[in-house]
T-cell receptor, first 115, second 111 residues
Framework: GAVVSQHPSRVICKSGTSVKIECRSLDFQATTMFWYRQFPKQSLMLMATSNEGSKATYEQGVEKDKFLINHASLTLSTLTVASAHPEDSSFYIC???????????FGPGTRLLVL | SQQGEEDPQALSIQEGENATMNCSYKTSINNLQWYRQNSGRGLVHLILIRSNEREKHSGRLRVTLDTSKKSSSLLITASRAADTASYFCATDAGPGTALIFGKGTTLSVSS
């Protein structure tokens, strides 16, 4: 099946640092990728929809200036957490759809810990 | 944004028993999918059911969908300790739209 990778898998950083997370579709082209955030013992919350070559669409309550999304190619989307703070510590998961299939494939997630 | 509720929030059973989890959603959907997540790990896709389908099977999994009630159920038969995980339903409104997840059910199967 289709594979989505994320890098890095784990990040520990100091408060105020910017952190970039990469999401790649390895064997298919994804015009649309999605970014989710998951706090401990909670469900996945959609943060934004990333479209190749255009601006991302953010969900209500998600700061676009803090969570910068770039979808530079059909196989790569990046999420940059600008000036991360401890409350940004979370599990960030990306996903992509392999059209015309309907299954949404998920990356393994990136665990961010901001000290 | 979150689509709806899973019921129950937590479920503890013995190996060999069946586990039933329910999911309700709020808006019209195109597909409904079920995922499993082991603690601290990524998601594993289990099964997809389309809005015009009522029931689907995959191995020990049985999923039903009632669009009139906006609800779905996931039945795991003859459960195993390895089935211990969190289970989420997720819906989408059509091609290109994001999956919206329910709150999940945490299943614990003891041997």
């Amino acid at each position: 099946g289709a594979v989505v990778s994320q890098h890095p898998s784990r990040v520990i950083c100091k408060s105020g640092t910017s952190v970039k997370i990469e999401c790649r579709s390895l064997d298919f082209q994804a015009t649309t990728m999605f970014w989710y955030r998951q706090f401990p013992k909670q469900s996945l919350m959609l943060m934004a929809t990333s479209n190749e070559g255009s601006k991302a669409t953010y969900e209500q309550g998600v700061e676009k200036d803090k969570f910068l999304i770039n979808h530079a190619s059909l196989t790569l989307s990046t999420l940059t957490v600008a000036s991360a703070h401890p409350e940004d510590s979370s599990f960030y998961i990306c996903s992509a759809r392999d059209y015309p299939q309907e299954t949404q494939y998920f990356g393994p997630g990136t665990r961010l810990l901001v000290l | 944004s979150q689509q709806g509720e899973e019921d129950p929030q937590a479920l503890s059973i013995q190996e060999g028993e069946n586990a039933t989890m329910n999911c309700s959603y709020k808006t019209s959907i195109n597909n409904l999918q079920w995922y499993r997540q082991n603690s601290g790990r990524g998601l594993v896709h289990l099964i997809l059911i389309r809005s015009n389908e009522r029931e689907k099977h995959s191995g020990r999994l049985r999923v039903t969908l009632d669009t009139s009630k906006k609800s779905s159920s996931l039945l795991i038969t003859a459960s195993r300790a390895a089935d211990t995980a969190s289970y989420f339903c997720a819906t989408d409104a059509g091609p290109g739209t994001a999956l919206i997840f329910g709150k999940g059910t945490t299943l614990s199967v003891s041997s």
